[in-house]
């Protein structure tokens, strides 16, 4: 499971799953820095979000290894009542009374697609991808919030979680690791460098 590299975002909103969001130059050399590092893997299978910025940050993976690069709905980003605004704390659309009864429940949450919901569909994409690579490695590239709760889901921790403490960095890896059908471990790499996932809009 791939993390997206940074995209291009001036205006510092919480973009979602709004159209145009394309990768930043950084996010275009996060990108293929990944691939370079998954260049001599054993890789027959890259699907991505159908998001701009996922679907940039899986061709220069998909491409040295001469794939077509496939789309699964399952592993777009987050559904979130917050999209087009800003969220940075302090700031936007959180100081405003009209918007807090959205936050009334963190642990669904209230303001967006259920923690679970996202778990279930990333999971379904995960398997999908194993199955279409089997005997090799697949790449699957989504979002923050998506890794994150499958990669919660499947060490068996609970779902709600502070933002502030993901693991899951820009063009980062978290990679499941299966011996047939069965999980046997979860790790995680960041072969494009590390990033700070509190950045919003990132």
Not at 76 to 99: C, K, M, S, Y
Not at 128 to 139: F, L, Q, W
Request: proline share 6%; with cysteine; charged share 20%.
């Amino acid at each position: 499971m791939l993390r997206h590299g940074e995209v291009h975002n001036p205006d510092g909103i919480l973009y979602g799953r709004l159209p145009g969001f394309r990768l930043s130059d950084v996010g275009v050399a996060q990108a293929r820095a990944v691939g370079t590092a998954l260049s001599d893997h054993d890789i027959t299978h890259v699907v991505a979000s159908p998001l701009q910025r996922a679907q940039e940050t899986a061709d220069p993976i998909a491409a040295p290894h001469g794939l077509t690069l496939a789309t699964d709905d399952d592993l777009i980003e987050a559904g979130n009542q917050f999209e087009g605004l800003r969220v940075a704390v302090g700031d936007g659309a959180l100081t405003r009374p009209r918007h807090w009864a959205k936050l009334r429940d963190p642990f669904t949450p209230s303001w967006g697609e259920p923690y679970l919901q996202i778990a279930h569909r990333m999971m379904a994409a995960a398997q999908r991808a194993r199955e279409a690579a089997e005997g090799h490695e697949a790449v699957c590239v989504s979002h923050q919030l998506p890794v994150w709760t499958l990669r919660r889901f499947l060490q068996g921790q609970r779902l709600w979680h502070d933002p502030r403490r993901r693991q899951c960095g820009l063009a980062s890896l978290t990679s499941l690791v299966f011996s047939g059908t069965e999980l046997v471990d979860v790790v995680y790499s960041e072969p494009a460098g590390a990033s700070d996932p509190r950045i919003t809009g990132a």
